[in-house]
């Protein structure tokens, strides 16, 4: 059983077209898969619908099912327990995620108490646990700190200490790193690589980055105005691209190390007030033809996985 599926879902919330158009995709236990797309394109949507933070008056239909649990027809215990331990988000910017007049110690040990009713000293044991867990040095005294006393990285590291606390089997990470400059990013990404690795996570690794997922997940779906437009695993999508929006993409991203002109896709990211009868991406693409501007691309099998592109078919 696969650790999170999501099957077929849309969710539309009153603009010309839906948030969320059919979009299908899994994470296995032990896996990385990368959700990438342009700001808007509904990776944030998919990743709260796994919580069902639904927006509000958004009509929905697909499955969200975490090991084999239906998510959108949980009852309200069910929805709390997913919450509070089976799934764990992390955001971009983790001074969000933390009160600023609190203590560190307190930010992990109240969620170990109030959520899951661990006594107080057995919850201060584990705050330190985890600290240690995620590379901070001398982690007792970390506990008296709070946030402004730390850097992003350290905080960034103090928001994954507490997705672990309660033992989750699904992290979702929403640009977790995107807000942090070069080398803690890359610092943050073993990080998460490893406490991944360490407890056979599955990991929804959400990025507006093309070549960071390629890198870091094992598979990748490429989201654009809120359909998938290309799943592949990474090393296939990063060297052969199937569909243009993916080849733009990483034709627009500068790769470390190799700096070159930076070429963005051309035209700008479709808003929901943008409604389209033929693909989405067509507005944009170098290669549309007439058939794009009226069908919808239905995804076709490329090597290890698919693409919805109308150039792609026999
Ligand atoms: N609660 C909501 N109500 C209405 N529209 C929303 C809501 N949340 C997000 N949207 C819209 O859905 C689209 C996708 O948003 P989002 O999932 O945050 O994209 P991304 O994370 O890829 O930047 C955007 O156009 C956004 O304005
Ligand atoms: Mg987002």
């Not at 990368?34 to 808007?40: I, K, N, Q, T, Y």
């Not at 998919?46 to 084999?68: H, K, N």
């Amino acid at each position: 059983m696969m650790l999170l599926s999501v099957e077929g879902l849309t969710i539309e919330a009153g603009g010309r077209r839906p948030i969320l158009r059919d979009v299908s995709l899994a994470v296995g236990r032990g896996e990385i898969v990368g959700l990438v797309g342009e700001s808007g394109s509904g990776k944030s949507t998919i990743a709260r619908s796994v919580l069902r933070l639904l927006p509000s008056r958004a009509r929905v239909s697909g499955r969200v099912l975490v090991e084999g649990d239906d998510v959108l027809a949980m009852s309200p215990e069910a929805l709390r327990r997913l919450r509070a331990s089976r799934v764990s988000m992390i955001y971009q910017d983790p001074r969000s995620s933390l009160n600023p007049v609190r203590r560190i110690g307190d930010f992990l040990t109240e969620r170990l108490v109030h959520t899951l009713g661990r006594p107080k000293a057995e919850a201060r044991a584990t705050a330190v646990e985890l600290l240690a867990a995620v590379g901070m040095r001398d982690p007792e005294s970390r506990l008296r700190q709070y946030p402004h006393e730390l850097s992003g990285g350290m905080l960034q590291r103090v928001v994954i200490a507490a997705a672990l606390a309660a033992g989750p089997s699904l992290l979702l990470a929403d640009e977790a790193t995107s807000a942090l400059d070069v080398t803690t990013q890359a610092e943050t990404l073993a990080l998460l690589r490893r406490v991944q690795a360490e407890r056979e996570l599955g990991m929804l690794f959400i990025t507006h980055d093309l070549h960071l997922a390629a890198a870091f997940c094992d598979r990748v779906h490429v989201l654009y105005a809120g359909t998938v437009v290309e799943s592949r695993p990474a090393k296939e999508l990063f060297d052969s691209p199937r569909h243009p929006y993916t080849a733009g993409l990483l034709a627009c991203t500068p790769e470390l190390g190799a700096p070159r002109t930076i070429r963005p896709v051309p035209g700008r990211p479709p808003s929901l007030d943008d409604a389209f009868t033929g693909c989405p991406f067509a507005p944009r693409c170098p290669h549309t033809t007439e058939r794009c501007t009226t069908r919808h691309p239905e995804p076709v099998a490329v090597a290890g996985g698919s693409a919805a592109c109308h150039l792609l078919e026999v």
